[in-house]
């Protein structure tokens, strides 16, 4: 620690701060526009001026560094008068329009203003007219209100890493801006957050109300896995913006487009508001009470006639905790179905699977640890894409010096940033992890995977496998770090290679992660979701502890997956699904065989906040309450368990997914204990151990099939479907359902396929032009995108867009060991329309 | 663009190594900036989109980034040039020494005012902030060229010899 | 009375290699690599040769500092970016004799340890781009750049780094970013270039002129050196001398000398026999001084005394019909123009200081402008970022120092009272 002297106080704060930043831990406040903790100083807008003992100038306190014994004054006449003459400066060209600005009354220009009484307008000159700039759809960008701290330049680089502002011109003709036609901005929205003025502000919220008009909350981002805490504003029972908040959260204040402006989906106009039962074929409203009887005499008759196992359900990978820990009881319970499954079968399970199938130690990374790696092994994954605070914590060690080596065959944002980009053949990524499991581990069993037949069969050389094989080398692995996305998980074999990776990764003192599509695909699967798992991911053969609890019998034997399920519903062995906020018919691979799956079912329940094409196939469609209007908690992909309350009421007659669950076992007549979420939440607790701020999980050593030598990986040769369709994700979307989001469809509202350039001009395609893409399996057509990067022979499409979907192209071959659909590509032909 | 996309270095190939021979005279890529954007100038007559995109993906910086450069740097110009570009220098120096009087005979003579290009695109006139010939004034600098001392009888032999 | 600097300009073909090393040029490397590299500093420390940018800074205390700091590799920036108004110095030694500069340069880096040397060269001289390039090849045949120099065992290369046209670039952080490819703007100090500059490694910023003197001082000692001109800052200085004069151009001459043998004895006195009314001494941001002024001494210290700043000796005389007025318009629109726009007071207040004057030359000026410009002057004053905005004062206060009732007319009579 060192001593200051501040306004003839003594102070001690520790070394290494400036003295801006020691006046603030002193609780003495200076004001500043440009300086902000978490950004690298500026010095630029001069109102922090102080006086040091011994200088005779005044300094900026957010630019020098305290020193022992420093003596500060941070108010007298001068000080005032500097700091007065900046303000008077900084309002020369503002134009004053607080009466109509949304930053008003919480505009630090506003404020400090005022602080300072009245500035006379000596200013008498026309101010130079500045331009409101709308090219970017969710920012605007008022740039004669800003007063050039460049704050947002600065958390754009230094915290988001995207680059997309910058200053241009200089002197009094600096604008601070995107290149003219946007394009990089990522949508974030952080440069909102962090303007003093109102520059830059939120479209979404235009004109939305005053500060002191709002209400202030917090929740958990319901899209992808890392769990973001969302700072909202409400007002009169409405969302209305979201912010970072304060280093809040796993994110640390950043957010990501989806949990800044897919809030959208809460007010959306189609929102079910009343439950609906399918009468001579028409979807009918009807009261809650007639809706829950007609499920549970419909499911009751089933399950007189044809046993429990005659029916399925999917909970959801998006749904909280607590809600499907009641599904699967629920179904087990009061069903006397182990038929659990959700679409977290088909991101997740293959890790976790291989995760079970693995007994020793595994140290699991958090994001934290991302930042801190000293090295990234990234398989099969866009983290930039698909989990993007994770992707800003593998930016923020790469800035650190930290190396990340990716192996994945698509072009992706990941790869833009990675220091290392490989792009091994599609379909490689299992013998490329048990080429290095070899390497490693040295297992006979591996033995096939010799370093000439793996580089042989991923298309890559020896450097690359050198490099690959550095992060999980030598001591420094230590802080390395393997993360592996889809590109593993829906592979044949994948969980295998997960288990193999796993124990490598054991052995050389690293830590893993996965990334995870939605919000609470590891907490549904934790809550006992799955087929053969209980609560805590027990086996079934552990299930005497919870019949104690729940007082009734589980099934011993495992039940169906989900594309199981589908398949005994074809088959007529399955006759009743009752699905808790998923969309199969858009989420789930090949959609002709789900929908004649669920056409042959004699029962569909759905429970939703939309009337999904799912929802609209179903003979009760039950309308639930969103993220913003429940209690519960979400776990995120580091294991780490969320809860949130509700911050709007719930419009007139939905109702959260566990109140439903609730009210139907009533009426089936084996009703819970339950009186409110938290005896619910104790059960849970103890039921399931917990370790630190996370469940335990512990391995149990399976024995995983290995495949053999001699194998083809990836795609064969079909000369009728020339052509690799590889699928990616986008930021902006999440599942079908964040299409509903106005703000992300504004950001993006096509998918479009893109294609190597030298393709394009073979088959006479230009930027723009509508292609179809048909496989074995079905077409889809959208415009096509012209792009260097793209591998020639390969295409690339996003998931999860509302307007073109390669889900549809997909088949549903599954794993043996997974039982999940595989592949992220598909083999199609290209027709120019 | 769309998503991960990144434009084709849209350099002809001869430009392209010379883009990299200056590269790698310096210890980042970004350090190149200022010749690359000169490079590119040359190439594409103005830092417009084509040359924003072809000099962020060489030197990988962000198109907003080179923006800020191409917008900072007197010498770059983000909108079209012509064939030749005058500078005129109205510094102290040459404003003592009559380069008033010179700008108007200039623009009288081109048809143009100042930081205007003419029909034919044959010339760009600007003026400039002091180009170190203060000795000599009044100067200005056509292209390379300089051409100092000057008087409106100096002026049209000057301008003679680019087309 | 001898040059240092400027001796071999005048000689045919004096930019070649040979028309240099047959005049002594080479000889005070050779000799530097004989010595050890603290007593090539020494050396210049006993010299006591001063930055010649416009500082004044101590050459050999820099390179002191650089070499002390064990980071690796280090830097050599030469500021060739001659962009104060009314300058053209460097360009006589780049253009003339551009062995000279580089020969200062690989003394300098071998004193304190620098592997890499960088001229950043201003956007406006672009055919000394090529001058300097066929220079440094010349050197590297000959042995004198590149690897093992001379059989010393020291690494030098030099890259000429052409600027785009931005004045604050000649500030030596500004110059760094510059270099490393961002916009020229200063940076926060400390840490300072000697320990943190261009990338981040030990850097050191010389201008033109003080490198030039380096292989001077090696051959012929600092002692000799020391007795040229004053005691506190010996050695010649490069004088552009421009305006209203009858032989404007360069002139080397020792430091110290007085202005009025400049104008009257090397340049001729004022044209077309008219009086001296006003001479800027050191560039655009040297407050203008008046005939009374002319036996004040060109140095450092002398015209610190009188109020105004040696900065880059770039004397501007004007004669008696000179519009004060439009002088300071002229210079602060100059300002304007290559404020970078990130500080408050410089961003915002030169530009109203350009309009105020603008609105006194045009005879729409107020009683009160007058008020007005010096209080937004001590608004601005010590409180910019960087030296630009505190420059940019320099002009008005100057003129509104001496001639206030030139302003003061302005305004009563409604228009300008002057020819120009």
Known sequence: MIKIRINDHEFEVEPGLTVIQAADRCGIYIPRFCYLEKLSPLGGCRMCLISIQGIPKLQTACTTPAREGMAIITESEEIHKARKAMLEFQLIQHPLDCFYCDKAAECDLQDLTYQFGEIKHRHDFPKRKGTIIYENPLIQRTLERCVHCERCIRVCKEIQGAHALSATRRGRLTTIREVPGGGECEHCGHCIDVCPVGANLDRLFTYGGRPFQMEKGKTICPYCGCGCTLTMNTREGMLMRVRGGKEEGVNRGSLCARGRFGWGIVHHPGRLVRPLIKKQGKLLEVEWDEALLFTATRLQKIIKEKGGAAVGGLGSARASDEANYLFQRFMRRVIGSNHIDSSARLHYTAGLIGRLGVKAEVSEATLEDVRNASRILIIGADPVETNPILGLAIKKMLWKGGRAVLADPRSTRTGRIATRHIRIRPGTEVPLILGLGLEILKEPSLSGFTREEVMKNCGIFAPDMDEILSVLTGPAAQKSVVLMGRGVMQAPFGATAVSVLLRAAARAGASYLFTMDRNNERGSCEMGVLPDRLPGLAPLSDRGRFEKIWGDKIPAAPGLSAYDMLHAAKEGTLHALYIMGENPMVDFPDTKFVEDALNSLEFLVVQDLFMTRTASMADVVLPTASFAEKSGGFTNLEGRVQSFTPLIPSSVDVMPDSRIIVELSRKMGKGFPFKSLTEVREEIHSLVPVQGWKRKISGEDMDLPCPGAGVHWGPADDPEFPFLLLLTSSLYRNGSMSNLAPGLAMAQDKAGISLNPLDASELGITQGDKIILTSRNGEVHDEAGICDSVSKGTLQMPEGFANASPKGLLSHDLDPVTRAPMGRYVQVKIRKI | MRGPNIARAAFSEETLKRVEAVISRYPTPQAAALPVLYLAQKEFGYINDEALSAVAFVLRISRAEVYGLATYYSMFSTSPMGRNVIHLCDNLACTLLGAESLRSCLERKLGIRMGETTSDGRFTLRNAECLGACGQAPVMLVNDDFYEALTESTIDKALEKYR | ?420
């Open chain 3, 1 to 420: 009375m001898e040059t240092i600097l400027l001796n071999r300009v005048h000689l045919e073909n004096s930019r070649s290699i040979s028309v240099y090393t047959a005049n002594e040029g080479y000889d005070a490397l050779k000799k530097a690599l004989s010595m050890s590299p603290s007593g090539v500093i020494d050396e210049v420390k006993r010299a006591n040769l001063r930055g010649r940018g416009g500082a004044g800074f101590p050459a050999a205390m820099k390179w002191g500092f650089a070499a002390a700091d064990p980071k690796r590799p280090k830097y050599l920036l030469c500021n060739a970016d001659e962009g104060e108004p009314g300058t053209c110095k460097d360009r006589q030694i780049m253009e003339g004799d551009p062995h000279e500069l580089i020969e200062g340069m690989i003394i300098a880096g071998y004193a304190f340890g620098a592997e890499y040397g960088y001229i950043y060269l201003r956007a406006e001289y672009p055919r000394l781009e090529g001058i300097l390039e066929q220079a440094i090849s010349e050197a590297e045949g000959k042995g004198f750049l590149g690897k093992n120099i001379c059989s010393s065992g020291f690494n030098f290369t030099i890259r000429v780094h052409r600027g785009a046209g931005a004045y604050i670039c000649g500030e030596e952080t500004a110059l760094i970013e510059s270099l490393e490819g961002k916009r020229g703007q200063s940076r926060i100090k400390p840490p300072f270039p000697v320990n943190v500059g261009a990338f981040g490694l030990p850097t050191v910023i010389n201008n033109v002129e003080t490198l030039a003197n380096v292989p001077h001082i090696i051959l012929k000692g600092g002692a000799w050196f020391a007795g040229i001109g004053p005691a506190k800052c010996p050695g010649t200085r490069i004088i552009s001398l421009s305006g209203h004069v009858n032989r404007p151009g360069y002139y080397e001459l020792p430091m110290g000398v007085t202005f009025r043998e400049v104008i009257y004895e090397h340049g001729g006195g004022i044209r077309g026999g008219k009086e001296l009314k006003a001479f800027i001494p050191g560039g655009a941001s040297s407050p203008c001084l008046t005939p009374k002024h002319l036996s004040v001494n060109m140095d450092y210290e002398s015209l610190a005394e009188a109020g105004s700043m040696l900065g880059s000796s770039a004397l501007m005389v004007m004669d008696q019909d000179t519009c004060m007025v439009r002088v300071a318009e002229r210079l602060m629109r100059f300002f304007v123009h290559e404020s970078c726009g990130k500080c408050t007071p410089c961003r915002e207040g030169t530009d109203w200081l350009l309009s105020i004057l603008e609105r006194i030359e045009a005879g729409e000026g107020k009683q009160e402008d007058i008020e007005l410009l010096r209080d937004i002057c001590d608004n601005i004053a010590g409180k910019t970022f960087c030296p630009l905005g505190e420059g940019a004062l320099g002009p008005v206060r100057g003129t509104l120092k001496y001639f206030e009732e030139e302003y003061r007319e302005h305004i009563r009579i409604k228009g300008c009272p002057m020819k120009i």
